[in-house]
């Protein structure tokens, strides 16, 4: 049985993706999970919720020091969020690519920020930045049996 967290550095690695209220009120959930799912990521956690503002201040501590902290906790806890745990090989780095740039004035077309968003405040999907946060997160919002395990497509998806 793959571990909570996924198994970093191979086809189990996992990943935390969150659409936040913005997207999910945008009506942008199935335009999202459409791109990880074609890319052949495996979708093995997924709920909808609204984060308090404590979970929000737990999920951005990293960012306690910068400026636009509050306003990005009031962001995140200002509605439906949809938070997922995704399984692939490379699942982090590719799924920061598939995200785009922070800024998405500065993501490429094509990404899921270069293409569906504006402002960096209201910047749609939040992202594991690496393999630590990952863990971190999914054990933040996840719990075991909220994670499934299934056949999926992996024998199409990799050589080996
Ligand atoms: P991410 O990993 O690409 O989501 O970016 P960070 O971890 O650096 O920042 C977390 C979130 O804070 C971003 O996704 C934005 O929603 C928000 N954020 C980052 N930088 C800024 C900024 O300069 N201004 C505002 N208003 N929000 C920001
Ligand atoms: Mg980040």
Same mark, same amino acid.
């Given at each position: ?13 996992? *990943? ?7 997207? !999910? ?11 990880? =799912? ?10 909808? @919720? &609204?984060? *308090?503002?404590?979970?929000?201040? =737990? &999920? $951005? ?10 306003? @990005?906790?009031? $962001? ?15 699942? !982090? ?8 740039? *922070?800024?998405?004035?500065?993501? *490429?077309?094509?990404? +899921?920020?270069?293409?569906?968003? +504006? ?20 054990? @933040?919002?996840?719990?075991?049996? =909220? !994670?499934? =395990? $299934? ?10």
């Amino acid at each position: 049985k793959t571990p909570l967290v996924g198994v970093p550095g191979t086809k189990f690695e996992r *990943t935390f993706i969150a659409i936040k209220p913005d997207g !999910v009120n945008r009506g942008l959930v199935g335009e999202i999970i459409c791109r990880f =799912e074609r890319k052949g990521f495996k979708l093995v956690g997924i709920k909808i @919720l &609204h984060p *308090t503002k404590a979970q929000a201040e =737990e &999920h $951005y501590a990293d960012l306690s020091t910068k400026p636009f902290f509050a306003g @990005l906790c009031n $962001y995140f806890s200002s509605g439906a969020v949809v938070a997922m745990v995704w399984e692939g090989k490379g699942v !982090v780095k590719t799924g920061r690519t598939l995200i785009g740039a *922070t800024n998405p004035a500065e993501s *490429t077309p094509g990404t +899921i920020r270069g293409d569906l968003c +504006i402002e960096v405040g209201r910047n749609i999907i939040h992202g594991s930045d690496s393999t630590d946060s990952a863990k971190a997160e999914i054990t @933040l919002w996840f719990k075991d049996s =909220e !994670v499934a =395990e $299934y056949q999926g497509n992996q024998t199409w998806v990799y050589e080996k």
